[in-house]
């Protein structure tokens, strides 16, 4: 099975008979230093976001309106549509991996063995950091960066400054590359900011972004990982981040003891 760092995610992968893995396209090549001098603003991002989302939505399993797993989804995000000024729409990936990400146009992907190990609450806080990304604007030089790749500019060819159109095997490396990218430390202590803040505002259970911390952190251990495949060592800071939350939610008064943080032995979503 071949494995995928995750940038805009928030798990590793869990092993699923009835789910496929995510179809992502093959990994682009590398490019010359000549194309990064492009021009690129929020307008492309948001274009090729939708051209990548586009073409996922095309090359994976997505539940349907009646799917259990959509129809907890929409229970909880149904409101959420307008978010923060964005536009978002939500679907998800029947897929193996564990993993959740949102592009710069508005567009939500939740895989269904993420809501197997997530409580609603935790899919909130883990839901809310990806739109934090989105609104913090972080998946604009993630997705320009995707760009490059698949489309194997150079100097020459992007002498002209312009974003331009890509063919369907490129979208699809775009598509790759983009959730190949990784995020700053920075860019994610803001966005796990941004969840916490979300979830606080709509009178969310905020202890459940550090319970979600706390299952990434059983997934980074090699000893607990039974089923699982350690794929999200792009987030090595899980236990710091949950005590982060922790000591948040202690000084809004907002703190409530969830006891041991376990994975389920059953799927959540049913």
Known sequence: MKKIIVCLAFLGAMNSISAQKINLGKAAGIVSNGAKALTFTNEDAVKLSKESVDWMDKNNPVAGPKDPYTVRLNKLFGKHKSQDGLNLNYKVYKVKDINAFACADGSVRV???LMDIMTDNELLAVIGHEIGH???EDTKDAMKSAYLKAAALDA???ASNAVATLNDSQVGKMANAFLDASHSKKQESEADTYSYD???A??????????????LALLSQGSTQTGFEKMFNSHPDSE???QAIKKRAEKDGLWKDPGTVALPTTKLTK
């Open 111 to 113: 895989f269904s063995s």
């Open 134 to 136: 989105v609104k913090n």
């Open 156 to 158: 020459a060819s992007s």
């Open 198 to 200: 979300f979830m606080k």
């Open 202 to 215: 709509n009178k969310y259970d905020v202890v459940g972004a550090y319970t979600a911390f706390k299952k």
């Open 240 to 242: 710091k981040r949950a």
